[in-house]
């Protein structure tokens, strides 16, 4: 429940903050006020930052490859995502062309720079926030988001294969 609790919250402030920053900018292809890539994300520096204190104790050297790790990783991701939204929803929703080392339209060495250094604030700071707190919220509230986020994927889907 707890992972699933950080996925939704993450999606939704992740959805929010993208909206607040970028004026006339739909955030995400489903519905609902949330956008799972965000939620995703912070799943993959969480499990990527257990896996490395298992294997590197030393802190500073921990957040050293989680920065490098997680900057990879995000960009594949980040990536692929692109490619697949445009691909089957015909939609471009981030263009990193206007960057310095962009790496096609989807993703680009600084955003991959920015995800390493977000992933050690992650690690540092929202991770033991996430663990504090997540486990607060009742469960019906975690199954209610998970049933409405179903609903949602599948309306989008639906909707937009009847498009095609």
């Known amino acids: 429940m ?5 996925f939704f919250f993450f999606s939704i402030v992740g959805h929010f903050i ?18 799972p890539i965000y939620g995703l994300g912070i799943l993959i520096i969480l499990s990527l930052n257990n896996a ?4 590197i104790t030393e802190k500073w ?12 990783t ?18 471009i ?10 790496i096609g339209l989807y993703t680009s060495i600084e955003m991959s720079f920015l995800w390493g250094i977000c992933s050690i604030l992650v ?12 486990n607060k919220i009742p469960k019906w509230i975690s199954y ?9 994927c599948i309306m989008t889907i639906s909707n937009n294969l009847i498009s095609f």
């Open 18 to 35: 993208e909206s607040i920053l970028v004026k006339n900018y739909k955030s995400g292809i489903l519905y609902g006020y949330w956008t």
């Open 123 to 134: 690690a540092t700071i929202i991770e033991p926030l996430c663990q504090k707190y997540s």
């Open 52 to 55: 490395l204190k298992k294997r």
């Open 61 to 72: 050297k921990r957040y050293i490859a989680l920065f490098f790790a997680s900057a990879v």
């Open 2 to 6: 707890n992972y699933l609790n950080i």
């Open 144 to 152: 209610l988001l998970l049933g409405i986020f179903i609903i949602d």
């Open 93 to 102: 929703f981030w263009n990193y062309t206007n960057h310095k080392g962009n």
């Open 74 to 91: 995000l960009a594949v991701i980040e990536y692929i995502g692109g490619y697949l939204i445009q691909k089957f929803f015909h939609q």
